[in-house]
């Protein structure tokens, strides 16, 4: 299992970024798909999910109405588009897969929102 996940950058308060995760090494059109999110001196929180073929999303209550989980099977590619960034959302950003009880993680990307 690989995951690999690019897109994260400085941007401005009210700013967009779109993260992207591809996928390798499972079926990736088979599993639920995640995005986490570390702040510094928190914990890994649940940004994000996405059932297998995209068809039902949920969300954390801080990002709902902002941010927008979607994926592509065709591509193995997962996706965080990000709207109206504030600087609450400053972390690092993580795909994550389960898979029979284990979690899978990427390197993560990080995001930063400051003017």
């Known amino acids: 299992v690989h995951l690999a996940e690019s897109g994260g950058d400085l941007v401005q308060p009210g700013g967009s970024l779109r993260l992207s995760c591809a996928g390798s090494g499972f079926a990736f059109s088979s599993y639920v798909m995640r995005w986490y999110r570390q702040a510094p001196g928190k914990e890994r929180e649940l940004v994000a999910r996405?059932?297998?073929?995209?068809?039902?999303?949920d969300y954390a209550d801080s990002v709902k109405g902002r941010f927008t989980i979607s994926r592509d099977n065709a591509k193995n590619t997962l996706y965080l588009q990000m709207n109206n960034l504030t600087p609450e959302d400053t972390a690092v950003y993580y795909c994550n897969i389960r898979v029979v009880g284990d979690d899978y993680w990427g390197q993560g990307t990080q995001v930063t929102v400051s003017s």
């Open positions: 996405v059932t297998s073929a995209g068809g039902y999303t």
